[in-house]
């Protein structure tokens, strides 16, 4: 894994409580595209998360609970297979990447894989008719064809912690 040099930021790129998108709901949950780079061999570390405050977003009053994942919304059947994973699944899910969260105080809300890696897509999971306002920092990596295979079986939920164990 070889770094380009490469930074990119992720911000506010849902503008709308009903976003155009490659999106899914269910069960007053939202799990919508942020993020797509389809290219081989190259992935996007995720160094850092924040939430865009009011001063920053106008007209943004309260902030909104999101999770980021690299879960693409079309790897679900339909709507009812999403809301059995987003009430069940999705906090233990290996393609999550990381959190923001306003319950946890005056301290960090924010929660991050410091060591995952994102290969195609990133997307984000959050509350119906409420609007995420985010800044996501990636940088980008060249891979090997088989460091893309690991990095891609880990975002599909199964675990590596065991192999040559």
């Known amino acids: 894994m070889k770094r380009t040099g490469r930074r ?4 506010n790129d849902i503008n709308s409580a009903t976003p155009a998108n490659d999106t899914i709901t269910s069960n007053d949950y939202r799990l919508t595209t942020i993020f797509n780079d389809d290219r081989e061999n190259f992935a996007w570390k995720i160094v850092d998360i924040k939430q865009l405050g009011p001063a920053v977003v106008a007209g943004a009053n309260r902030p909104v609970n ?6 693409r919304p079309e790897s679900f059947n ?3 297979e999403f809301g059995v994973w987003s009430a069940n699944r999705q906090p233990f ?3 999550l990447i990381g959190t923001y969260n306003i319950e946890w105080g005056s301290g960090n809300p924010y929660s991050l894989r410091v060591d995952h890696v994102a290969t195609n897509h ?3 999971f ?3 008719n409420k609007i995420p306002y985010y800044n996501i920092t990636l940088e980008e990596y060249e891979i090997s064809s088989r460091e893309e295979i690991m990095f891609k079986i880990k975002e599909t939920s199964q675990s590596l912690n065991q192999i040559g164990e």
């Open 8 to 11: 990119l930021t992720l911000s």
């Open 66 to 71: 999101w999770a980021l994942m690299s879960v």
């Open 78 to 80: 339909d709507p009812a």
């Open 93 to 95: 899910d290996n393609s």
């Open 122 to 124: 990133l997307s984000l």
């Open 126 to 128: 959050y509350p119906v």
